[in-house]
Protein backbone atom coordinates (compact mmCIF):
# COMPACT_ATOMS: atom_id res chain seq x y z
CA UNK A 1 0.00 0.00 0.00
CA UNK A 2 1.77 3.00 -1.11
CA UNK A 3 1.41 6.86 0.18
CA UNK A 4 -0.51 7.65 3.83
CA UNK A 5 -1.84 4.45 4.67
CA UNK A 6 0.99 2.55 3.86
CA UNK A 7 3.22 4.46 6.38
CA UNK A 8 0.12 3.86 8.82
CA UNK A 9 0.56 0.19 8.70
CA UNK A 10 4.21 0.43 8.60
CA UNK A 11 4.36 2.78 11.88
CA UNK A 12 1.48 -0.13 12.85
CA UNK A 13 3.60 -2.87 12.29
CA UNK A 14 6.58 -1.31 14.64
CA UNK A 15 4.34 -0.84 17.36
CA UNK A 16 3.09 -4.20 17.38
CA UNK A 17 6.42 -6.15 16.98
CA UNK A 18 7.43 -3.64 19.42
CA UNK A 19 4.88 -4.41 21.65
CA UNK A 20 5.65 -8.54 21.19
CA UNK A 21 9.24 -8.39 22.06
CA UNK A 22 7.98 -6.50 25.31
CA UNK A 23 5.91 -9.05 26.50
CA UNK A 24 8.50 -11.67 25.85
CA UNK A 25 11.12 -9.83 27.83
CA UNK A 26 8.25 -9.13 30.82
CA UNK A 27 7.88 -13.68 30.65
CA UNK A 28 11.80 -13.59 31.02
CA UNK A 29 11.87 -11.43 33.93
CA UNK A 30 8.93 -13.27 35.19
CA UNK A 31 10.61 -16.32 35.42
CA UNK A 32 13.76 -15.53 36.57
CA UNK A 33 14.34 -17.57 39.33
CA UNK A 34 12.37 -20.57 37.76
CA UNK A 35 14.17 -23.47 37.65
CA UNK A 36 14.86 -25.07 34.05
CA UNK A 37 13.76 -21.55 32.10
CA UNK A 38 15.17 -20.76 28.71
CA UNK A 39 15.42 -17.24 27.77
CA UNK A 40 13.49 -16.60 24.90
CA UNK A 41 13.87 -14.05 22.04
CA UNK A 42 11.49 -12.52 19.88
CA UNK A 43 13.04 -12.89 16.13
CA UNK A 44 12.39 -9.53 14.27
CA UNK A 45 12.48 -9.84 10.77
CA UNK A 46 11.43 -7.02 7.68
CA UNK A 47 8.01 -7.51 6.15
CA UNK A 48 7.78 -8.33 2.60
CA UNK A 49 8.16 -5.26 0.39
CA UNK A 50 6.70 -3.53 -2.80
CA UNK A 51 7.91 -2.29 -6.18
CA UNK A 52 6.49 1.40 -6.26
CA UNK A 53 7.55 2.39 -10.21
CA UNK A 54 9.85 4.81 -10.85
CA UNK A 55 11.02 4.68 -7.54
CA UNK A 56 11.93 1.11 -6.39
CA UNK A 57 11.32 -1.12 -3.82
CA UNK A 58 10.13 0.07 -0.49
CA UNK A 59 9.83 -1.54 3.00
CA UNK A 60 6.20 -2.43 4.58
CA UNK A 61 7.96 -2.85 7.90
CA UNK A 62 8.12 -5.46 10.56
CA UNK A 63 6.97 -9.03 11.53
CA UNK A 64 7.77 -11.32 14.04
CA UNK A 65 9.47 -14.92 12.56
CA UNK A 66 8.51 -16.36 15.92
CA UNK A 67 9.87 -16.43 19.42
CA UNK A 68 12.81 -18.87 20.21
CA UNK A 69 14.77 -20.49 22.84
CA UNK A 70 18.26 -19.72 23.57
CA UNK A 71 19.83 -22.99 24.26
CA UNK A 72 22.67 -24.87 23.60
CA UNK A 73 21.64 -28.76 23.13
CA UNK A 74 25.03 -29.94 22.70
CA UNK A 75 26.13 -28.09 26.87
CA UNK A 76 22.77 -29.93 28.24
CA UNK A 77 23.77 -33.44 26.64
CA UNK A 78 26.93 -32.93 28.70
CA UNK A 79 24.91 -31.90 31.69
CA UNK A 80 22.58 -34.67 31.35
CA UNK A 81 25.53 -37.31 31.32
CA UNK A 82 27.55 -35.49 33.99
CA UNK A 83 24.61 -35.66 36.26
CA UNK A 84 24.19 -38.93 35.91
CA UNK A 85 27.79 -39.93 36.70
CA UNK A 86 27.89 -37.56 39.50
CA UNK A 87 24.55 -39.31 41.00
CA UNK A 88 26.10 -42.61 40.99
CA UNK A 89 28.79 -41.67 43.27
CA UNK A 90 27.60 -39.74 45.48
CA UNK A 91 24.89 -42.50 45.87
CA UNK A 92 27.20 -45.08 45.91
CA UNK A 93 29.43 -43.04 48.56
CA UNK A 94 26.24 -42.56 50.74
CA UNK A 95 25.38 -46.01 50.61
CA UNK A 96 28.97 -47.20 51.48
CA UNK A 97 29.52 -44.63 54.47
CA UNK A 98 26.69 -46.47 56.57
CA UNK A 99 28.62 -49.36 55.83
CA UNK A 100 31.67 -48.38 56.96
CA UNK A 101 29.59 -46.78 59.83
CA UNK A 102 28.98 -50.22 60.59
CA UNK A 103 32.42 -51.69 60.72
CA UNK A 104 33.24 -49.20 63.15
CA UNK A 105 37.35 -49.78 62.38
CA UNK A 106 39.05 -48.65 63.86
CA UNK A 107 37.37 -48.51 67.29
CA UNK A 108 37.92 -48.84 70.57
CA UNK A 109 35.23 -51.22 70.48
CA UNK A 110 35.29 -52.02 67.86
CA UNK A 111 34.71 -55.82 66.40
CA UNK A 112 38.82 -56.53 66.22
CA UNK A 113 39.32 -54.83 69.79
CA UNK A 114 36.65 -57.35 71.19
CA UNK A 115 38.42 -60.16 69.25
CA UNK A 116 41.92 -59.05 71.31
CA UNK A 117 40.00 -58.99 74.34
CA UNK A 118 38.40 -62.74 73.91
CA UNK A 119 42.49 -63.74 73.06
CA UNK A 120 43.51 -62.42 75.94
CA UNK A 121 40.96 -63.73 77.75
CA UNK A 122 41.75 -67.53 76.82
CA UNK A 123 45.89 -67.01 77.40
CA UNK A 124 44.33 -66.08 81.46
CA UNK A 125 42.68 -68.84 81.10
CA UNK A 126 45.49 -71.11 79.97
CA UNK A 127 47.75 -69.28 82.96
CA UNK A 128 44.76 -69.86 85.81
CA UNK A 129 43.23 -72.84 84.31
CA UNK A 130 41.32 -73.80 87.22
CA UNK A 131 39.84 -70.38 87.96
CA UNK A 132 36.28 -69.87 87.56
CA UNK A 133 36.84 -66.23 86.80
CA UNK A 134 38.61 -66.49 84.14
CA UNK A 135 36.59 -69.48 82.82
CA UNK A 136 33.42 -66.49 82.96
CA UNK A 137 35.68 -63.86 81.67
CA UNK A 138 35.92 -65.77 78.82
CA UNK A 139 32.38 -66.89 78.39
CA UNK A 140 31.49 -62.97 78.49
CA UNK A 141 34.37 -61.56 76.08
CA UNK A 142 32.90 -64.50 73.60
CA UNK A 143 29.44 -62.92 74.02
CA UNK A 144 30.29 -59.49 73.24
CA UNK A 145 32.40 -60.54 70.74
CA UNK A 146 29.57 -62.68 69.03
CA UNK A 147 26.94 -59.94 69.75
CA UNK A 148 29.08 -57.75 68.08
CA UNK A 149 29.23 -59.76 64.95
CA UNK A 150 25.82 -61.05 64.91
CA UNK A 151 24.31 -57.24 65.08
CA UNK A 152 26.90 -56.15 62.54
CA UNK A 153 25.80 -58.96 60.09
CA UNK A 154 22.16 -57.90 61.13
CA UNK A 155 23.09 -54.40 60.12
CA UNK A 156 24.76 -55.55 57.26
CA UNK A 157 21.55 -57.38 55.89
CA UNK A 158 18.97 -54.66 56.75
CA UNK A 159 21.13 -52.35 54.84
CA UNK A 160 21.02 -54.31 51.70
CA UNK A 161 17.60 -54.60 52.28
CA UNK A 162 16.72 -51.20 52.56
CA UNK A 163 19.21 -50.43 49.25
CA UNK A 164 16.85 -53.01 47.21
CA UNK A 165 13.92 -51.18 48.70
CA UNK A 166 15.37 -48.08 47.40
CA UNK A 167 16.20 -49.53 43.72
CA UNK A 168 12.60 -50.12 43.80
CA UNK A 169 11.89 -46.97 44.68
CA UNK A 170 13.72 -44.88 42.56
CA UNK A 171 12.70 -47.37 39.71
CA UNK A 172 9.06 -46.28 40.10
CA UNK A 173 10.10 -42.69 39.87
CA UNK A 174 11.88 -43.46 36.56
CA UNK A 175 8.86 -44.71 35.20
CA UNK A 176 6.81 -41.91 36.18
CA UNK A 177 9.20 -39.47 34.52
CA UNK A 178 9.04 -41.55 31.59
CA UNK A 179 5.21 -41.16 31.20
CA UNK A 180 5.64 -37.73 31.72
CA UNK A 181 7.84 -37.35 29.01
CA UNK A 182 5.21 -38.96 27.08
CA UNK A 183 2.69 -36.77 28.05
CA UNK A 184 4.50 -33.56 27.19
CA UNK A 185 5.84 -35.16 23.94
CA UNK A 186 2.08 -35.72 23.11
CA UNK A 187 1.76 -31.99 23.77
CA UNK A 188 4.43 -30.72 22.23
CA UNK A 189 3.75 -32.81 19.09
CA UNK A 190 0.13 -31.25 18.88
CA UNK A 191 1.39 -27.41 19.42
CA UNK A 192 4.30 -28.06 17.19
CA UNK A 193 2.51 -29.45 13.55
CA UNK A 194 -0.18 -26.90 14.25
CA UNK A 195 2.69 -24.13 13.90
CA UNK A 196 3.11 -23.01 16.83
CA UNK A 197 6.54 -23.03 19.01
CA UNK A 198 6.26 -24.82 22.28
CA UNK A 199 8.65 -23.20 24.35
CA UNK A 200 7.95 -23.80 28.25
CA UNK A 201 6.89 -27.08 27.02
CA UNK A 202 10.13 -27.65 25.29
CA UNK A 203 12.11 -26.68 29.10
CA UNK A 204 9.36 -29.29 30.58
CA UNK A 205 10.90 -31.11 28.10
CA UNK A 206 14.36 -30.76 29.08
CA UNK A 207 14.36 -30.83 33.06
CA UNK A 208 12.75 -34.19 32.31
CA UNK A 209 15.34 -35.57 30.64
CA UNK A 210 17.64 -34.21 33.39
CA UNK A 211 15.80 -35.61 36.22
CA UNK A 212 16.26 -39.02 34.52
CA UNK A 213 19.65 -38.58 33.69
CA UNK A 214 19.78 -38.55 37.28
CA UNK A 215 18.30 -41.91 37.70
CA UNK A 216 19.82 -44.14 35.06
CA UNK A 217 22.07 -43.90 31.93
CA UNK A 218 20.17 -42.63 29.29
CA UNK A 219 20.57 -42.05 25.89
CA UNK A 220 18.17 -39.62 24.02
CA UNK A 221 17.05 -38.63 20.82
CA UNK A 222 14.38 -35.75 19.31
CA UNK A 223 12.86 -35.46 16.39
CA UNK A 224 11.46 -32.67 14.28
CA UNK A 225 8.59 -32.18 16.06
CA UNK A 226 10.55 -31.44 19.56
CA UNK A 227 9.35 -34.60 20.76
CA UNK A 228 11.74 -36.68 23.04
CA UNK A 229 12.64 -40.62 22.70
CA UNK A 230 14.59 -42.60 25.46
CA UNK A 231 17.18 -45.28 25.02
CA UNK A 232 19.07 -47.10 28.23
CA UNK A 233 21.39 -50.12 27.48
CA UNK A 234 20.81 -49.85 23.85
CA UNK A 235 17.08 -50.46 24.85
CA UNK A 236 14.27 -48.50 24.06
CA UNK A 237 12.51 -46.98 27.13
CA UNK A 238 10.14 -44.62 25.07
CA UNK A 239 9.63 -44.21 21.57
CA UNK A 240 7.00 -42.73 19.41
CA UNK A 241 4.85 -45.82 19.74
CA UNK A 242 5.67 -47.49 23.18
CA UNK A 243 6.68 -47.13 26.54
CA UNK A 244 8.60 -49.77 28.66
CA UNK A 245 9.17 -50.02 32.58
CA UNK A 246 11.74 -50.78 34.96
CA UNK A 247 10.56 -53.54 37.19
CA UNK A 248 12.96 -54.87 39.84
CA UNK A 249 13.78 -57.87 41.60
CA UNK A 250 13.29 -57.73 45.55
CA UNK A 251 13.72 -61.27 46.37
CA UNK A 252 14.88 -64.55 44.84
CA UNK A 253 14.64 -68.28 45.12
CA UNK A 254 15.48 -71.54 43.81
CA UNK A 255 14.43 -71.28 40.13
CA UNK A 256 12.11 -68.07 40.72
CA UNK A 257 12.28 -64.46 41.42
CA UNK A 258 9.63 -61.67 43.09
CA UNK A 259 9.70 -58.74 40.95
CA UNK A 260 8.21 -55.48 41.99
CA UNK A 261 6.77 -54.76 38.54
CA UNK A 262 7.37 -51.10 37.71
CA UNK A 263 8.75 -50.64 41.01
CA UNK A 264 5.66 -50.92 42.91
CA UNK A 265 6.36 -52.69 46.34
CA UNK A 266 3.22 -52.47 47.89
CA UNK A 267 0.61 -53.92 45.59
CA UNK A 268 2.76 -54.46 42.33
CA UNK A 269 5.00 -57.38 43.28
CA UNK A 270 4.77 -60.92 41.03
CA UNK A 271 6.48 -63.62 40.75
CA UNK A 272 8.68 -64.78 37.08
CA UNK A 273 10.04 -68.44 36.91
CA UNK A 274 13.56 -66.99 35.86
CA UNK A 275 15.96 -66.33 39.12
CA UNK A 276 18.15 -63.46 39.05
CA UNK A 277 19.87 -61.76 41.96
CA UNK A 278 18.13 -59.30 44.31
CA UNK A 279 18.58 -55.52 42.78
CA UNK A 280 17.96 -56.68 39.60
CA UNK A 281 16.37 -54.25 37.10
CA UNK A 282 14.46 -55.53 34.37
CA UNK A 283 13.20 -53.75 31.24
CA UNK A 284 9.57 -54.31 31.32
CA UNK A 285 7.33 -54.50 28.27
CA UNK A 286 3.53 -54.71 28.82
CA UNK A 287 1.67 -57.81 27.10
CA UNK A 288 -2.01 -58.00 26.19
CA UNK A 289 -2.77 -58.91 30.01
CA UNK A 290 -0.73 -58.29 32.92
CA UNK A 291 0.79 -61.78 32.82
CA UNK A 292 1.87 -61.79 29.94
CA UNK A 293 4.62 -59.17 30.48
CA UNK A 294 8.15 -59.59 29.26
CA UNK A 295 11.25 -59.42 31.32
CA UNK A 296 14.45 -58.76 30.88
CA UNK A 297 17.60 -57.84 32.57
CA UNK A 298 18.89 -54.21 31.85
CA UNK A 299 22.51 -52.80 33.13
CA UNK A 300 21.78 -49.34 34.62
CA UNK A 301 25.85 -48.12 34.92
CA UNK A 302 25.46 -44.56 36.20
CA UNK A 303 22.42 -42.52 37.79
CA UNK A 304 21.38 -43.05 41.52
CA UNK A 305 19.82 -46.82 40.08
CA UNK A 306 23.41 -47.48 38.93
CA UNK A 307 24.86 -46.21 42.38
CA UNK A 308 22.04 -48.31 44.30
CA UNK A 309 22.53 -51.45 42.29
CA UNK A 310 26.82 -51.23 42.60
CA UNK A 311 26.26 -50.38 46.31
CA UNK A 312 24.21 -53.75 46.94
CA UNK A 313 26.58 -55.73 44.88
CA UNK A 314 29.22 -54.36 47.56
CA UNK A 315 27.20 -55.20 50.35
CA UNK A 316 26.07 -58.70 49.51
CA UNK A 317 30.18 -59.33 49.10
CA UNK A 318 31.74 -57.91 52.40
CA UNK A 319 28.09 -59.73 54.07
CA UNK A 320 29.78 -63.14 52.44
CA UNK A 321 33.77 -62.15 53.88
CA UNK A 322 31.76 -61.45 57.45
CA UNK A 323 30.12 -64.89 56.74
CA UNK A 324 33.74 -66.44 56.00
CA UNK A 325 35.23 -64.56 58.60
CA UNK A 326 32.42 -65.89 61.23
CA UNK A 327 32.72 -69.69 59.73
CA UNK A 328 36.31 -69.64 60.02
CA UNK A 329 36.52 -67.85 63.36
CA UNK A 330 33.98 -70.26 64.73
CA UNK A 331 35.05 -73.59 63.10
CA UNK A 332 38.78 -73.53 64.46
CA UNK A 333 37.70 -72.55 67.67
CA UNK A 334 34.94 -75.41 67.56
CA UNK A 335 37.57 -77.89 66.25
CA UNK A 336 40.12 -77.23 69.16
CA UNK A 337 37.43 -77.04 71.29
CA UNK A 338 36.21 -80.67 70.42
CA UNK A 339 39.56 -81.95 70.65
CA UNK A 340 38.76 -82.63 66.65
CA UNK A 341 35.24 -84.22 67.04
CA UNK A 342 33.27 -81.09 65.42
CA UNK A 343 33.43 -77.71 63.93
CA UNK A 344 30.20 -76.07 63.58
CA UNK A 345 29.11 -76.22 67.09
CA UNK A 346 31.41 -76.55 70.66
CA UNK A 347 32.33 -73.24 71.87
CA UNK A 348 30.65 -71.25 68.71
CA UNK A 349 27.15 -71.97 67.55
CA UNK A 350 26.89 -70.81 63.40
CA UNK A 351 23.89 -73.12 62.23
CA UNK A 352 23.74 -75.03 59.06
CA UNK A 353 22.81 -72.39 56.67
CA UNK A 354 26.03 -71.13 55.00
CA UNK A 355 24.72 -67.69 54.13
CA UNK A 356 23.52 -66.30 57.51
CA UNK A 357 26.68 -67.54 59.56
CA UNK A 358 27.69 -64.77 60.94
CA UNK A 359 24.04 -63.61 61.77
CA UNK A 360 23.61 -67.47 63.88
CA UNK A 361 26.86 -66.79 65.63
CA UNK A 362 26.75 -67.05 69.09
CA UNK A 363 28.35 -69.00 72.69
CA UNK A 364 26.69 -72.53 73.05
CA UNK A 365 24.23 -71.67 75.66
CA UNK A 366 25.62 -74.54 77.63
CA UNK A 367 28.34 -73.01 78.29
CA UNK A 368 27.33 -69.29 79.01
CA UNK A 369 24.72 -71.25 81.60
CA UNK A 370 27.49 -72.95 83.09
CA UNK A 371 31.29 -71.49 82.45
CA UNK A 372 32.75 -74.09 84.66
CA UNK A 373 32.20 -76.60 82.71
CA UNK A 374 35.16 -75.16 80.13
CA UNK A 375 37.89 -77.85 79.53
CA UNK A 376 41.30 -75.81 79.52
CA UNK A 377 43.76 -78.45 79.24
CA UNK A 378 43.90 -81.40 77.17
CA UNK A 379 43.61 -83.48 80.04
CA UNK A 380 42.33 -83.31 83.38
CA UNK A 381 45.41 -82.90 85.11
CA UNK A 382 45.88 -79.75 87.51
CA UNK A 383 47.22 -77.04 85.86
CA UNK A 384 46.63 -78.01 82.33
CA UNK A 385 45.93 -75.22 80.34
CA UNK A 386 47.14 -76.25 76.67
CA UNK A 387 43.62 -75.95 75.43
CA UNK A 388 43.33 -72.62 76.13
CA UNK A 389 46.51 -72.01 75.05
CA UNK A 390 46.13 -73.65 72.02
CA UNK A 391 42.82 -71.61 70.75
CA UNK A 392 44.52 -68.15 71.90
CA UNK A 393 46.81 -69.26 69.42
CA UNK A 394 44.14 -69.29 66.51
CA UNK A 395 44.54 -65.50 66.41
CA UNK A 396 48.07 -65.69 64.77
CA UNK A 397 47.42 -68.65 62.78
CA UNK A 398 47.01 -68.60 58.98
CA UNK A 399 43.89 -69.80 57.39
CA UNK A 400 41.87 -69.29 54.25
CA UNK A 401 38.52 -67.94 54.24
CA UNK A 402 36.13 -69.40 54.25
CA UNK A 403 38.57 -72.06 56.24
CA UNK A 404 38.05 -75.57 53.99
CA UNK A 405 37.69 -79.13 55.08
CA UNK A 406 41.05 -79.48 54.18
CA UNK A 407 42.28 -77.22 56.93
CA UNK A 408 40.28 -78.45 58.96
CA UNK A 409 41.24 -81.67 58.67
CA UNK A 410 45.01 -80.95 58.89
CA UNK A 411 44.07 -80.54 63.09
CA UNK A 412 47.17 -82.24 65.05
CA UNK A 413 45.08 -83.61 68.32
CA UNK A 414 48.95 -84.23 70.03
CA UNK A 415 49.86 -80.46 68.98
CA UNK A 416 46.17 -79.31 69.18
CA UNK A 417 47.80 -77.35 65.72
CA UNK A 418 46.62 -76.81 61.75
CA UNK A 419 48.58 -76.73 59.26
CA UNK A 420 48.75 -72.61 58.42
CA UNK A 421 47.78 -71.95 54.74
CA UNK A 422 50.83 -70.30 53.49
CA UNK A 423 48.50 -67.89 51.55
CA UNK A 424 45.54 -67.43 53.96
CA UNK A 425 45.37 -64.50 57.42
CA UNK A 426 44.94 -64.50 60.17
CA UNK A 427 41.35 -63.35 61.84
CA UNK A 428 42.29 -59.82 62.40
CA UNK A 429 43.75 -59.53 58.64
CA UNK A 430 40.96 -61.16 57.12
CA UNK A 431 38.84 -58.58 59.12
CA UNK A 432 40.48 -55.63 58.50
CA UNK A 433 41.06 -56.24 54.38
CA UNK A 434 37.30 -56.39 54.10
CA UNK A 435 37.16 -52.91 56.15
CA UNK A 436 40.02 -51.60 53.88
CA UNK A 437 38.11 -53.01 50.71
CA UNK A 438 35.05 -50.94 51.93
CA UNK A 439 36.91 -47.60 52.56
CA UNK A 440 38.76 -47.90 49.47
CA UNK A 441 35.49 -48.42 47.20
CA UNK A 442 34.23 -45.36 49.53
CA UNK A 443 37.33 -43.09 48.91
CA UNK A 444 37.17 -43.73 45.28
CA UNK A 445 33.71 -42.66 45.11
CA UNK A 446 33.78 -39.49 46.91
CA UNK A 447 37.01 -38.28 44.89
CA UNK A 448 34.55 -39.33 41.81
CA UNK A 449 31.94 -37.60 43.33
CA UNK A 450 34.11 -34.48 43.61
CA UNK A 451 35.47 -34.38 40.38
CA UNK A 452 31.90 -34.95 38.56
CA UNK A 453 30.51 -32.12 41.03
CA UNK A 454 33.49 -29.85 39.75
CA UNK A 455 32.58 -30.81 36.22
CA UNK A 456 28.69 -30.09 36.94
CA UNK A 457 29.02 -27.09 38.15
CA UNK A 458 31.38 -26.07 35.27
CA UNK A 459 28.72 -27.37 33.07
CA UNK A 460 25.79 -25.90 34.65
CA UNK A 461 27.84 -21.94 34.63
CA UNK A 462 27.89 -22.28 31.26
CA UNK A 463 24.28 -23.60 30.34
CA UNK A 464 23.27 -20.51 32.99
CA UNK A 465 25.53 -18.21 30.73
CA UNK A 466 23.58 -19.21 27.45
CA UNK A 467 20.09 -19.42 29.01
CA UNK A 468 19.88 -18.04 32.12
CA UNK A 469 17.84 -14.53 32.48
CA UNK A 470 19.94 -11.30 33.04
CA UNK A 471 17.55 -8.77 34.79
CA UNK A 472 20.25 -5.97 33.28
CA UNK A 473 19.88 -7.23 29.93
CA UNK A 474 16.72 -7.47 29.95
CA UNK A 475 16.12 -4.42 31.36
CA UNK A 476 17.68 -2.85 28.76
CA UNK A 477 15.77 -4.47 26.44
CA UNK A 478 12.25 -3.03 28.02
CA UNK A 479 13.57 0.53 27.43
CA UNK A 480 14.44 -0.13 23.94
CA UNK A 481 11.22 -1.84 23.01
CA UNK A 482 9.38 0.63 24.67
CA UNK A 483 11.24 3.46 23.40
CA UNK A 484 10.30 1.63 19.50
CA UNK A 485 6.76 1.60 20.56
CA UNK A 486 7.01 5.11 21.78
CA UNK A 487 8.54 5.91 18.06
CA UNK A 488 5.95 4.62 16.08
CA UNK A 489 3.27 5.56 18.06
CA UNK A 490 4.99 9.03 17.44
CA UNK A 491 4.58 8.16 13.95
CA UNK A 492 1.10 7.64 14.15
CA UNK A 493 0.59 10.60 15.19
CA UNK A 494 2.12 12.79 12.88
CA UNK A 495 0.47 10.29 9.86
CA UNK A 496 -2.88 11.54 11.66
CA UNK A 497 -2.12 15.06 11.76
CA UNK A 498 -0.75 15.03 8.08
CA UNK A 499 -4.39 13.19 6.93
CA UNK A 500 -6.12 15.85 9.02
CA UNK A 501 -4.23 18.52 6.53
CA UNK A 502 -4.91 16.64 3.47
CA UNK A 503 -8.47 16.14 4.05
CA UNK A 504 -9.53 18.91 6.45
CA UNK A 505 -7.37 21.73 4.66
CA UNK A 506 -6.65 21.59 1.23
CA UNK A 507 -10.60 20.19 0.76
CA UNK A 508 -9.53 16.30 -0.75
Not at 64 to 91: A, H, L
Not at 260 to 269: F, I, Q
Not at 354 to 382: C, H, R, W
Amino acid sequence: MVGLFGTLGTATSGMSANQVALQTSSHNIANTNTDGYSRQRVLLQTSTPYSLPGVGTLGTGVQSGGVERIVDDFVRGQIRDSNSQYQFSKQKSDTLGQLEDMFNEPSDNGLMTQLSTLTSSWTQLANNPELGTAKTLVIQNASTFADTLRGMATNINQLKSDTIQDVAKNALDFNEKVTQLKDLNEQIYKLTSQGETPNDLLDSRDSVLKDLSGLANITTTTDKYGRAFVQSDGQDILTVDTQATLSVVVGSQTGQSTVAKDGNTVNGETTITTAYPAGTILLTKAGTTADQSTYSPLTISTGTLGGLQNSANEIQDRLQELNDFAETVAKTTNTVFTDGKQSNSGFFEIGNDSANYAENFKVNEALVSDPTTISAGQTAATGDGSRALAISKLATTKFGYPVSTTELASYDQTTMQFTQETSGKTFASAFNNMVTKNGISKQQADNTSAAQLSVLNQLEYKNESTSGVSLNEEMSDVIRFQQGFQANARLLSVVSEMLDTLINRTGV
